[in-house]
């Protein structure tokens, strides 16, 4: 009796854990503004990383992140432009239904990037707030 429990165990939990496996993306605009998602994810972690001692502080590191970041968040307008159906998207409808609004968000992404003062890790700590800030409100708002 306890191999069957076991079993059947194990079995609801491969069941589940299929059940909630992530679709991938199959339409070509999808999955390049989820790249452009990972890629300035990417850099606000480097500098994350380096704002709170996780890693080393680079200046070169450091500002090659923030122009990844600021270049990126200025291509989020025209990455979500079309709204392609895609089961493997994360972007709620709320995107084209408030077009204004999103653009707005990206903008304020866009300006905390650009405001980040990247000489020393304390400086870019100071301005990761806002960054990090911009990134959950849109996240919050826009994505499932």
Known sequence: MTKLRTLLIAG???AGSI????????DPDVIARQGLMKEMGSAA????????????FDTAAAATAKAALVDH????????????ADPG????PEIW???????????GL?????ALDTTSA??????????????KACHTTYRM
């Open 12 to 14: 609801f939990a491969l």
């Open 19 to 26: 059940a909630y496996a992530e679709v991938e993306a199959t």
């Open 45 to 56: 972690k480097a500098m994350g990383d380096m704002a709170s001692g996780k890693t080393a």
């Open 73 to 84: 968040a200025g291509q989020i307008a025209a990455k979500f432009e079309k709204n392609p």
């Open 89 to 92: 998207s994360e972007a709620k």
């Open 97 to 107: 239904s408030s077009w204004d609004d999103f653009l707005k968000d990206a903008k």
């Open 110 to 114: 866009e300006s905390a990037a650009t």
């Open 122 to 135: 304390e400086t870019l700590g100071a301005g990761m707030g806002a960054v990090g800030g911009a990134c």
